[in-house]
């Protein structure tokens, strides 16, 4: 499994603030728990660039990822991967885990 890390300037961009943890530290606390066999960071040009690169028989979606399905599953098609699956995870305990409210925990 392949993880792909947002870059800080794309989730500025998004979520119109910067994130709490930089981007290197997301990729190192990712690493730490070793749930994906290789860890990356985006893009900073072309969103899809690292997709390409990687080659994958599924993508997975985070839950509240904003991301038009339709507009990606076309655009992997051009990619020639049209293959690719898109699978959207379901939110796990996100009355407990969501990172908004692990904040609060201070």
Same mark, same amino acid.
């Given at each position: ?16 603030r910067?994130?709490?943890? =930089? ?5 190192? =606390? ?15 040009? =072309? ?6 690169e ?19 599953? =076309? ?11 898109i ?20």
């Amino acid at each position: 499994m392949v993880t792909i890390v947002a870059r800080d300037e794309t989730v500025k961009k998004v979520k119109e603030r910067a994130p709490e943890q =930089n981007e290197e530290e997301r990729v190192e =606390n990712i690493q730490k728990y070793k749930t994906a066999d290789k860890v990356m960071l985006g893009s900073l040009g =072309n969103k899809y660039e690292v997709i390409k690169e990687c080659c994958p028989d599924i993508i997975a979606l985070g839950y509240d990822q904003e991301v038009d399905e339709e507009e990606l599953k =076309n655009k992997l098609e051009e990619l020639g991967l049209g293959h690719c699956k898109i699978k959207r995870i379901k939110a796990f305990k996100p009355e407990i885990y969501k990172s908004s409210k692990l904040k609060n925990l201070d």
